[in-house]
């Protein structure tokens, strides 16, 4: 490749990366105030939250505490994120903060537990 060429392609490849990278925060963005302006579904229409979740894996997200070592007993109920509760199938479950539009089991445990003040 040519010093010109190369140039050129240096040139023209950091443009499209740049678009890329900003179309991507204006998406996120959009997306994010899309999410905050649409209004709380009756936990009746939510669904559970899948473990095998992209984020709830990142956490280790558990159904039930006494599977993670890490919960020394602590679970979702005394959660400080942990809210709006119900019971579906015999087990209690509610909304929390971090898994936006999903239920999760009272008696679940993930990384980002925070103990209820
Ligand atoms: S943040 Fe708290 S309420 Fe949400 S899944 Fe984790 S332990 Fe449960």
């Given amino acids: 490749m040519s010093e010109m060429n190369r140039r050129k392609f240096l040139t ?12 991507r925060g204006i998406f996120k963005g959009l997306f994010s105030a899309a999410q905050a302006a649409e209004p709380a579904k009756p936990l009746a229409e939510l669904k559970m939250l899948d473990p095998k979740d992209t984020l709830a894996s990142a956490v280790k997200y558990v159904e039930d505490y006494k599977k993670a070592p890490t919960s020394k007993g602590n679970h979702c109920v005394s959660c400080q994120f942990y809210a709006k509760k119900e019971v579906k199938a015999g087990k209690e479950v509610g ?23």
């Fill in 12 to 23: 023209v490849a950091s443009q499209v990366v740049g678009v890329a990278v900003f179309s």
């Fill in 95 to 117: 909304t929390c903060t971090i898994f936006q539009g999903k239920l999760v089991y009272g008696n679940a445990f993930c990384n980002s537990y925070s103990k209820k003040a």
